[in-house]
């Protein structure tokens, strides 16, 4: 396994600490230590890429777990703020019905042969919803120590978070229908 792989793991591992500062409310300002690990966790995601490409080392297997470590790390993210009530479910039942759908057709190409790496759109889609939630654990952070910025509160918070949520749904929408749109050949082929 290349390092870019192990860093991709490494990412995967991070998800359990993630998931526990979010939802283990006994913890000392638990969003900003949920923050830290996730913009961490996002670093690791740049930083995989970079070496493989740059050490001519892309392989199937990044191709396929890079994506999928993303998707972990994202939904965990997204179901935890569920249960937490920072966002509602239905933006986030959007994104992992699309993330499903394309994984789906991600491991059928790939037990036949063909890898589907992401494309750009794709990133843009990861990188939205990574972006959300950021912004969502720094609202939270600042409402953990009582800090409002311009007036806001927990309502407005709240609020703020379902719109971030929803551009991302809608991003993710969109990326899904490009991807679609790119693989229709292999779909049609697979029946």
Not at 107 to 116: Q, T
Not at 144 to 151: D, P, R, S, T, V
Request: aromatic share 12%; proline share 2%.
């Amino acid at each position: 396994m290349n390092t870019a792989n192990k860093i991709t793991v490494f990412r995967v591992l991070l998800i359990p600490i993630l998931i526990w500062f979010l939802l283990d409310g006994r913890v000392y300002n638990r969003f900003l230590f949920a923050l830290c690990v996730f913009i961490f966790a996002a670093i690791t995601d740049h930083l995989d890429g970079k070496l493989a490409r740059k050490y001519n080392e892309t392989t199937n297997l990044g191709k396929f777990l890079d994506p999928l470590a993303d998707k972990m790390l994202v939904m965990s993210s997204f179901i935890c703020f569920i249960e937490l009530n920072l966002v509602s479910s239905v933006p986030i039942l959007i994104i992992l019905f699309r993330d499903f759908l394309v994984t789906s057709i991600r491991l059928v190409a790939a037990i036949s042969g063909r890898i589907v790496s992401a494309n750009i759109f794709g990133k843009i889609k990861t990188a939205t919803q990574m972006f959300a939630i950021t912004m969502i654990l720094l609202l939270q952070c600042l409402a953990e120590n009582k800090i409002y910025l311009l007036g806001y509160n927990i309502k407005d918070a709240n609020l703020i978070n379902n719109v971030i949520v929803w551009i991302a749904a809608i991003l993710t929408i969109c990326s899904g229908y490009i991807y679609l749109k790119d693989n229709i050949d292999f779909i049609k082929i697979s029946k």
